[in-house]
């Protein structure tokens, strides 16, 4: 699965991934100095999760729909630092060894394994804590309703109607007995509910109504999808060399899978029906939408 877009898509795409990332590694470089004191081991851990690596789709997501509706960019990228945060922790914790116990996370030792159980488990508390000290920032927004609405989309999200729900179904779905609806609904909250959150960060920011939603919640529902079925095909078949991270362990821990449901050929074409569904709920959109619509198609198309 490889990144297979051409002309200006590939480049509206290309300059996105590489902006977001100079700017998101940039804001937490800034808003994370290492104190001179005894809590400089967990500011360091919480660096080392957060700067360099990673795809920045979430951040990506909110910045690029926020600017579709007018949000000033600099706003917009500190709501995506929040989300990012929240993805941080979530990979941290995910690696421990009381979960999936992994020793690689974007070509580098976890954090666990760079630093210690215990330095990690507070890294991703702090990033937990971090990300909504900065959505309740008036330097996020100016509106104090923004900002609680984005701390009540990003809370939602990340706790046990979304993330951490979706994780605890992961955590007891080892004995191989999940059925295709159970799977898609552990994968809705696990990885979706945070793909989608960024879109409805975005869409806050820009003050669109709740009403008005209704097409991105849509086109997030649709890549969370895809983007799970990619991620089980790159497990499936995928190089670790690439992946940067440990493939083939829900095979072995005897999860059931989108691919293990689906069959791979069936997977790949329904994360392609998946994608093109999400590109369809932006047609009333012109040009101000295309980083969205290339960002869907590399959900699929990506090789990590």
Do not use: N, W
Not at 78 to 88: D, Q, Y
Request: glycine share 8%; aromatic share 4%; hydrophobic share 45%.
């Amino acid at each position: 699965m490889t990144v297979a877009l051409s002309g200006i898509a590939d480049d509206i795409l290309a300059e996105g991934l590489s902006q977001i990332a100079r700017e998101v590694d940039s804001l937490f470089d800034a808003l994370l100095p290492v104190p001179q004191d005894a809590r400089a081991r967990l500011i360091e851990a919480m660096r080392y999760a957060t700067i360099g690596g990673g795809k920045r789709i979430r951040p990506l997501l909110l910045v690029s729909t926020a600017e579709m509706y007018g949000v000033d960019r600099d706003s917009a990228l500190r709501a995506g630092v929040a989300i990012e945060a929240i993805h941080a922790y979530s990979l941290i914790h995910d690696d421990l060894p009381c979960m999936d116990d992994d020793a690689m996370r974007h070509g580098k030792p976890t954090v666990h394994c760079a630093f210690d159980e215990a330095t990690a488990v507070l890294a991703g508390d702090a990033l937990h804590a971090f990300a909504f000290e900065l959505l309740a920032d008036p330097a996020t927004s100016g509106d104090p309703f923004i900002r609680a609405e984005l701390v009540q989309a990003l809370g939602h999200a990340s706790g046990f109607q979304g993330m951490a729900g979706g994780q605890m179904m992961d955590i007891v779905a080892e004995d191989g007995k999940f059925d295709l609806p159970t799977v898609t609904r552990l994968q809705q909250l696990k990885t979706g509910a945070l793909l989608g959150a960024a879109v409805e960060m975005g869409a806050i920011m820009g003050h669109v109504p709740h009403e008005g939603r209704t097409h991105l919640r849509g086109y997030s529902r649709d890549i969370g999808l895809a983007f799970q079925i990619a991620d089980d095909l790159l497990d499936h078949e995928g190089d670790e060399a690439a992946a940067g991270k440990a493939l083939r362990k829900d095979a072995d821990a005897g999860k059931q899978t989108f691919v293990s449901l689906l069959g791979p050929e069936c997977a790949r074409e329904q994360a392609r029906l998946l994608v093109d569904q999400a590109i369809a709920h932006l047609a009333h959109h012109d040009s101000e939408a295309d980083l969205l619509r290339a960002l869907a198609r590399f959900i699929v198309e990506r090789d990590r």
